[in-house]
């Protein structure tokens, strides 16, 4: 049990590439000895072991726990400090050193890949209490609950979210991984038929992708703030390739909402009755779709340590 409110409890999630991994990982743990910082790490083995090992990280007494990764690695360490035997989880600090494909929540603080900027950060230990997302839903067996601290997609967001992730393996840009998907949306161009409730307002109808962010949603709720206790939702409607054009241009800008064929809200809870063979994803991770959805929003569920 640890005893010791300064300790870092570290988790690092390797990028592919055994050489590569090693050397930065050598790298950072160096640097973090250099700087006199008491730490315990361990290396995640594969999926989903990040979430136990955050979990046993917080139950053993850990109050700040670093994770060195992206968004999936960081969502996993959220549900698992989320549901742990922890006391006052809200206090336990999470800081983020990232590495990997995806940092789209740590782009959103301004953290970028510098290793050595993200560990000063963290030992500097501005903190500020952030909301935190969720999906609960029924699986035919039990009640589930899945945490997210950027966005849940709905239909084609969850598709665009997957091919930008295994296009930027390959191309390591941003925007040519929004050209793939550009491809994925002139060859499918799929609708889904859906029902929610948001607000009062029901929405039914064909939709592309319904996006409830708590931070920018991977550029689809560009006005969604972690800090102020609501979820920003954008609906898509059924564009016309031309707009499609634009609204991918718009996406990329952060001015999606200006889209004729986005219909955006802001809202406590959003209940999802019915996305007929759509696939849903939270923070890039696909979920099981088992309608109905309740999406909704815990704020100030953790502690984040920022950058100065």
Known sequence: MNTDPNRWGIIYNPKAGTRKVQKRWKEI??????????????????????????????????????????????????NGILTSSAEQISDIAIGIIPNGIGNDFARYWDLNLDYKEAVDWIINNRRKKIDVGYCS???????????????????????????????????????????????????EHKLYRVHLKINDEHVR?????????????????????????????SVIYRPEPLQILSGLWMLIQGRILNHKM???????????????????????????????????????????????
């Open 205 to 233: 109808g064909r939709v592309m992708t319904v996006c409830a962010g708590n931070a920018s949603g991977y550029g689809q709720t560009p006005s969604a703030v972690p800090y102020n206790g609501w979820l920003d939702v």
């Open 29 to 78: 743990k160096e640097y973090i000895e250099s700087k006199q910082v008491a730490f315990d790490y361990v290396q995640s083995e594969g999926f989903g072991t990040v979430e136990v090992l955050a979990r046993a990280y917080a139950s053993e007494g850990y109050r700040i726990i670093v994770v060195v990764g992206g968004d999936g690695a960081l969502n996993d360490a959220i």
């Open 262 to 308: 986005v219909k955006s809200y802001r809202t406590k809870m959003v209940r999802v009755y019915k996305a007929r063979n759509a696939a849903v994803d939270v923070d890039g991770r696909i979920i099981p779709s088992h309608y109905p959805l309740e999406v909704g929003i815990q704020s100030e569920a953790i502690t984040l340590i920022i950058p100065n």
């Open 137 to 187: 839903y029924y699986d035919a067996h039990k009640h589930e609950r899945r945490y997210f601290l950027n966005a849940l997609n709905i239909g084609l967001g969850a598709r665009i979210v997957k091919i930008t992730d295994q296009t930027k393996r390959f191309w390591g840009v941003k925007f040519l991984s929004y050209l793939a998907s550009l491809f994925l949306l002139f060859f």
